[in-house]
Every structure is written in C-alpha cells, then in structure tokens.
C-alpha cells in the first residue's frame, strides 16, 4: 500500500561527497516536495516541483539540487556534502490544486535519515 | 513568504482529558490548512483539515478551528487516549504553484495513562 516511495531509510556519507536521495509515487500526482526535518524546526521545504522538469526553490534550498525527468521520480542532490545536512529527508506528494474539492492532502515518504561525517 | 507558528512545543494531558494545540500564520492569501501527526519512526499522517471558507470542521475526536481575521488556527483532541501520543504538525498553503505548505515546528503530545 506504499505510494510513496525513498530509495534508502538511512545513510552514511562522506563530507564532500555528492549524494543523491531517490523518491517516487505512484499516484500520478503532478506536485513533488522535498523537506527536512530538524528537532524543534518542524519541517522545511527544500524544492518543489509541479511538473516534469520544473522545479522551484524552497526556504532552504541552498547546498541542494534536484531534477524531476519523469513524472513519479523527484531526486534531491547534495552537491558536495557538508555535516550540516545531516537531517531526515522526508518526500512527499499530491495532486495539482484545482477548484473545490480537490484533495491538497500530502502524502509522504518514509523519510531517509543521511548521517554526514 | 510564509510564516507559521505553532505552540506549544510539549503538552503533556491525562488520559481522557483534552489536548489543544494553536498555530499562527502571516500570509492572508493562505487558505488550506491541514493538521499532520507522526508517529515515533512513521510519516506523517493527515488528520484533519480546514479550508478558508469554514471556520470549524469535526472528525470524531478531533476538531479543528480557523479564524482567519486573527490569521490563527488550532486542533482539539478530546478524551484524550494514550495512541494520540506523538508530534503534531500544523501547515498552511497558499494559492502558490504547487500549494506547497509551510510547518509549524511541531507538538509533541504524551498522554499520560
């Protein structure tokens, strides 16, 4: 029943390394969302895309990428991994904002928990 | 953009008593407002909702109330019971691009048995 799906619950990288965190949905939803989530900050967007190939910044999307080239899969890449990233990573998505009755409910991943050292 | 606060951080309430949690946020054009709850090691779940155009929706145990003159809303558990125990998140979203929301920094609700 998992729609929304992160390709690892936890990882281990390297200060400088470049990482990539997978997610995809199978609910044909057009609107993707990276957060992460920091005791006491609640949850913070990084990028969002409302379709293929776009994308848009967050409130912190800075030391961050992503790339959507189809329309289930939003990856977010740290270019150059620092040990400030270390957070939990949640993806989530939902379907495009129309008139009333339009369901605006995320639903969201897993999370992955990245541990930079 | 926006800016949603919520409090407070901890609540701690008998079992069978209520739980209210308030939120605050600054955009006007803000008009979705939906409640998530996360358990310890799980997603966050949606709850609850609220749109702009109705100032109180109930589900059960839970309700939720928006006044949008004071730009506040706020989630109430009554009979409170020891499962209602976990981090809620309270989020508003304006007309953007993507609807996307913005979190208030969390509640964590213990139910004390």
């Known amino acids: 029943d998992v729609k929304v799906t992160q390709s690892s619950r936890y990882l281990v990288k390297r200060t400088g390394e470049k990482v990539f965190l997978e997610c995809v949905q199978d609910?044909?939803?057009?609107?993707m969302f990276w957060y992460r989530q920091d005791p006491g900050l609640g949850l913070r967007l990084i990028y969002f895309?409302?379709?293929?190939?776009?994308?848009e910044k967050g409130d912190i999307p800075e030391g961050y990428s992503v790339s959507r080239e189809k329309k289930e899969r939003f990856s977010l890449i740290l270019e150059s991994a620092s040990t400030n990233q270390t957070s939990m990573y949640l993806c989530?998505?939902?379907?495009?904002?129309?008139?009333?009755?339009?369901?605006?409910?995320?639903?969201f991943g897993s999370g992955t928990r990245l541990t930079v050292v | 953009g926006e800016n949603v606060e919520q409090h407070p951080s901890t609540l701690s309430v008998q079992e069978g008593d209520s739980a209210v949690i308030k939120c605050t946020y600054s955009?006007?054009?803000?008009?979705?407002f939906p409640w998530y709850k996360q358990e310890l090691g799980k997603r966050p779940q949606l709850i609850i909702d609220?749109?702009?155009?109705?100032g109180e929706k109930k589900d059960q145990r839970i309700a939720v109330t928006l006044n949008k003159t004071a730009k506040h809303f706020s989630l109430h558990i009554t009979e409170t019971q020891p499962e209602d125990s976990a981090v809620y998140f309270c989020?508003?979203?304006?007309?953007?691009?993507?609807?996307?929301?913005?979190f208030g920094s969390g509640t964590q609700l213990t139910v004390l048995p």
């Open positions: 609220i749109r702009s155009n109705v």
């Open positions: 989020a508003a979203s304006s007309s953007g691009s993507a609807r996307q929301l913005t």
């Open positions: 895309s409302y379709d293929v190939k776009m994308k």
């Open positions: 955009d006007s054009a803000s008009n979705y």
């Open positions: 609910m044909d939803h057009e609107n």
């Open positions: 989530a998505s939902t379907q495009k904002g129309g008139g009333g009755g339009a369901n605006y409910g995320y639903t």
